[in-house]
């Protein structure tokens, strides 16, 4: 049986392979039925051999192929022909699971032969794309569940707002929220809010939105509001100070033509972080983003010497950048 797991979504595309791999029970004799080749590597005679070889004391083995299909697309009729003759002779003793981490499109060299496996029973073509909107609030609630847990709606809202489209990310925050509420109650705002890391994050993102609009009063607000929340005055200027770099670094690359996922590889950061790092740094010039950065590098030096006083100084220099052009 052939399985093409395919789309953007890595997460999901685990789940996918995980939940087929469990077919093979458990260790030891599942993993000596179990093997992963690179497709960016791998020859046509050594995949033919790894999926010709018998399972060993279960009725079938896996073989997972990584990164074929684009490989197929881009270089090769040698490849295209040796798939299309071996594909439909599949041995019924082999799994063969052909992963990749972008969509398989209907323009692919193997797209028809894919269609036409699928429609005769000898093949499976799963596609996970992105979850957005109410897709992803929904799969949130039911993993939630999965999880043995309920999660209202508006936490759901919130947690999706505070960690974006990660779903393998807001699987891990869940599993701590999940210990939080100690499976005896419903997960709520407050609880995303008190466990949630980004929750924290997301107030340095309002912060730093009012900046980029000069709107002083707002930018004010939002800090008083982390303030009162117990922030620390020196940690605020740590977390300021690391999302100015953040969003300097971004614009520089991005001047050098790199895209949002070289970026984030590059920086060691997640995707979705970025992705709203782009759209904070069109509000600001390189020349501003340095001398913010600056100024709160001095800020942190005063209050650490005692050359300044936390609260009106930070509130001195977040109404001095608001009043700033670039």
């Known amino acids: 049986m052939l399985y093409v797991i ?62 074929l299909l684009s490989r197929v697309g881009k270089r090769g009729k040698d490849w295209s022909d040796f798939l299309a003759d071996f594909l439909p002779r599949l041995p019924a003793t082999t799994i063969l699971i052909l992963e990749e981490d972008g969509t398989i499109e209907e323009e692919h060299p193997l797209y028809p032969l894919l269609n036409e496996l699928e429609k005769n029973g000898k093949a499976k073509l799963l596609s996970f794309e992105r979850l957005r909107g109410e897709k992803l609030r929904q799969w949130i609630r039911e993993r939630a569940k999965e999880k043995g847990v309920e999660i209202t709606q508006e936490a759901a809202e919130e947690l999706a707002f505070y960690v974006g489209e990660e779903l393998r990310i807001l699987d891990m925050e869940l599993e701590k929220l999940a210990v939080y509420v100690d499976m005896a109650r419903p997960i709520v705002p407050e609880d995303v809010r008190a466990v949630v890391p980004y929750a924290r994050e997301a107030s340095i993102f309002s912060l730093t939105d009012a900046l980029g609009k000069r709107d002083t009063r707002t930018a004010l607000e939002v800090l008083r509001a982390l303030l009162d929340q117990g922030e620390p005055i020196l940690g605020i200027i740590g977390m300021l100070g690391k999302h100015i770099r953040l969003l300097l670094m971004v614009k520089l690359l991005m001047a050098k033509g790199y895209s949002s996922r070289e970026i984030a590889q590059r920086l060691g950061t997640l995707p979705f972080v970025v992705d709203k790092a782009i759209r904070q740094s069109a509000n600001f010039t390189v020349d501003y983003l340095k001398k913010a950065y600056e100024g709160l590098l001095e800020l942190d030096v005063a209050l650490k010497t005692g050359r300044a006083e936390g609260p009106v100084a930070i509130e001195l220099l977040v109404a001095t950048l608001t009043s700033q052009g670039g």
């Open 6 to 67: 395919h789309g953007e979504e890595e997460f999901l595309r685990s789940q996918a392979i995980k939940k087929l791999r469990e077919r093979l029970g458990s260790p030891p004799l599942s993993d000596m039925n179990f093997t992963l080749l690179d497709g960016k590597k791998v020859q046509p005679e050594e995949l033919r051999e790894t999926c010709q070889t018998l399972p060993f004391m279960l009725p079938v083995r896996i073989v997972l192929v990584k990164g």
